[in-house]
């Protein structure tokens, strides 16, 4: 069965400075992946994926995450973080073509300290 | 606007009682999936609904259960409410084709007591 695991709960980090979420998964076969960010009191808004091809993805709002299958992970990355950023962050994983089911890690916090 | 609405956005129900949340989705939606999110945790899949057919299913009891309409609304139920039914209830939708093309609701708290 897939799994996600976020290594890091909450990430403190300056405005302006870089900064990368960690995600790995575990999977026995190809997968999909994803990262979603969610502001407080709202759903979920897809921030980038990776279906196939390049293996490095990129979000309209500077971030970037990097598939890297020999390490199993797929972790998210800016390299100049704006108080705007703060927001919960889930990396998720679908192996699944058919029904799409996503399975998501338990999220990371991210704090922008001005 | 997200295009995928939610209702109600929070509920307080009694253990032991039945409640029915909605999702109502963009015209030509007719893939709807469902979430749970408790406290502190990622969303975790309850089932999927395509063309008003159930798709999938995760590992939820029979107690939680689906429906999906014409109109592209949706429903989920949960009957026996039980404290740790307590979370953030996700909808989320998409085009016949669009792979991985989600919109989220906002989601309806629920809170159980």
Request: aromatic share 14%; proline share 5%; charged share 15%.
């Amino acid at each position: 069965a897939q799994s996600v695991t976020q290594l890091d709960s909450q990430v403190p980090v300056f405005e302006e400075a870089p900064v990368e979420l960690r995600c790995n998964y575990s999977s026995s076969v190809s997968v999909y992946l994803f990262w979603y960010v969610q502001y407080p009191n709202q759903g979920l808004q897809l921030l980038l994926k990776y279906l196939s091809g390049s293996t490095l993805v990129e979000s309209i709002n500077g971030f970037e995450a990097e598939f890297n299958k020999s390490q199993t992970s797929f972790h998210l990355r800016k390299p100049s973080v704006h108080i705007s950023d703060t927001a919960e962050y889930f990396c998720a994983v679908s192996e699944d073509f058919g029904n799409e089911k996503l399975t998501f890690g338990t999220g990371t916090r991210l704090t922008i300290i001005p | 606007e997200t295009g995928v609405t939610q209702s109600p956005t929070h509920l307080i129900k009694t253990r032991g009682q039945q409640v029915t949340l909605r999702c109502s989705s963009q015209s030509g939606h007719n893939t709807v999936s469902w979430y749970q999110q408790a406290l502190g945790q990622g969303p975790q899949f309850i089932f999927q609904y395509y063309r008003e057919e159930e798709n999938g299913r995760g590992n939820f009891p029979p107690r939680f259960s689906g429906l999906q309409f014409p109109n592209y609304s949706s429903e989920l139920n949960v009957n026996a409410l039980e404290l740790d039914d307590s979370a953030l209830y996700l909808c989320a939708s998409s085009f016949p084709g669009q792979l991985y093309g989600y919109t989220f609701g906002s989601g309806t708290r629920l809170t159980v007591v």
